[in-house]
Structure formats: structure tokens, C-alpha cells
T-cell receptor
Framework: SQQGEEDPQALSIQEGENATMNCSYK?????LQWYRQNSGRGLVHLIL?????REKHSGRLRVTLDTSKKSSSLLITASRAADTASYFC?????????????FGTGTRLKVLA | NAGVTQTPKFRVLKTGQSMTLLCAQD?????MYWYRQDPGMGLRLIHY???????AKGEVPDGYNVSRLKKQNFLLGLESAAPSQTSVYFC?????????????FGPGTRLTVL
């Protein structure tokens, strides 16, 4: 399987704390994206980081990318109960404009009020 | 805009039955994808399409067929359903162009094969 790995598989924190989840992948990539999935729903795009970028911010989200280690991390600061969801990384390693994505196995985040 | 819609939302099949899942998008996207999601496995790509009239195999295509006769629709067919195809199926679409465009996902179809 070409799937990426995410860790931890599950994470439970108190509201207001920071949540960090990690993604590792296997091949060279064009970009890496993070998605959120609320229970029983489809995935929603959060943030994209290009292969030549090392860090990116969007609101309370901070993403880092280390291409030498083939890994990325997603930090959610000052977490809220509404952040409870599963988070997936997806890598685009495709060539010739096929834009196929490899998804990680996901991290289930639970934020306790 | 409705975005990406999927029909039906739930379905129960008996082994050997056939069915078609419909995905529709109203964003004029060129690319469309079918994924399946199983517990602990993340999303795995079944088939995808880079434009009307074209389809290609993804990571787990066996047991499925697809068609993209109209740009806005992407159909996923199961000719003879098996219990191993019990899963949640997601459709997604994205714009053509560069690699930095995001995918938009439908709400999913929960399929159980008995």
C-alpha cells in the first residue's frame, strides 16, 4: 500500500489545549493537504503546503513539512469542542497532471469541553 | 451551489446484487474521484476521471466500474456485490489546472453488503 501513516491514531485533549498530529508518507510529493472529517460527513479541505514550503499558517492551524523526513505535522492551537473530528493528510505525488491523492489513515481528535 | 452530491445516502445489498452510485457536481470541475473509506484504512482511491468520457483505475479498482458520460456526473457501479465491498463511498471533484487545487467531497454513501 502507498498509504501514509498518521499518528497518533486518536488524541483526547481539553478545550484550550493545543493538538498536534503527524503524517508520514513514502514518496516525493508535489504538495501535502490536510482535511477534516466530522462524524458521518465528507472531508473538508483545511490547508495545503507546497513541497518547497516548510511552514504555513491559517488561523489557528499551523502546518510544517519536512521533505527530507517525508513528514508533516498539523498543529491546532487553542482547541475548541467544535474541532472534534478526524484529520487526514493527503499527498499529491502524481505526474502528468493526473492529480491522484494518497490519504493517510487519520487521527481522531476529541476535544473535551 | 449544491457542490458535490451523492445518491443514495444509504443502501443495503445482498451478495451478488448490482447497484450504481451517482455522484453529481455543479462546479464545472474536470476531475472527479471515487474513494472508499474503511475503519482504520483512511480513504483509498477506486477510480478517477480527468474529464468527460475518460476514466482510469485507482488503487483498489477490482469489482467496480465507472462511467463519466457527462462532465457533471460520475457513476460508480458494482456488478456483483460482495461483503468485502461494505464500506462508505465518497466522491470528490476538483478543478483542472495546477497541483494546488483542493478536492471537494460529497457527503458519502454508506453501503452494506450482506
Amino acid at each position: 500500500s502507498q498509504q501514509g501513516e498518521e499518528d497518533p491514531q486518536a488524541l483526547s485533549i481539553q478545550e484550550g489545549e493545543n493538538a498536534t498530529m503527524n503524517c508520514s508518507y513514502k514518496t516525493s510529493i508535489n504538495n501535502l493537504q490536510w482535511y477534516r472529517q466530522n462524524s458521518g460527513r465528507g472531508l473538508v479541505h483545511l490547508i495545503l503546503i507546497r513541497s518547497n514550503e516548510r511552514e504555513k499558517h491559517s488561523g489557528r492551524l499551523r502546518v510544517t513539512l519536512d521533505t527530507s523526513k517525508k513528514s508533516s505535522s498539523l498543529l491546532i492551537t487553542a482547541s475548541r469542542a467544535a474541532d472534534t473530528a478526524s484529520y487526514f493528510c493527503a499527498t499529491d505525488a502524481s505526474t502528468s497532471g493526473t492529480y491522484k491523492y494518497i490519504f493517510g489513515t487519520g487521527t481522531r481528535l476529541k476535544v473535551l469541553a | 451551489n449544491a457542490g458535490v452530491t451523492q445518491t443514495p445516502k444509504f443502501r443495503v445489498l445482498k451478495t451478488g446484487q448490482s447497484m450504481t452510485l451517482l455522484c453529481a457536481q455543479d462546479m464545472n470541475h474536470e476531475y472527479m474521484y471515487w474513494y472508499r473509506q474503511d475503519p482504520g484504512m483512511g480513504l483509498r482511491l477506486i477510480h478517477y476521471s480527468v474529464g468527460e468520457g475518460t476514466t482510469a483505475k485507482g488503487e483498489v479498482p477490482d469489482g467496480y466500474n465507472v462511467s463519466r458520460l457527462k462532465k457533471q456526473n460520475f457513476l460508480l457501479g458494482l456488478e456483483s456485490a460482495a461483503p468485502s465491498q461494505t464500506s462508505v463511498y465518497f466522491c470528490a471533484s476538483r478543478m483542472e489546472g495546477n497541483t494546488y487545487n483542493e478536492q471537494f467531497f460529497g457527503p458519502g454513501t454508506r453501503l452494506t453488503v450482506l
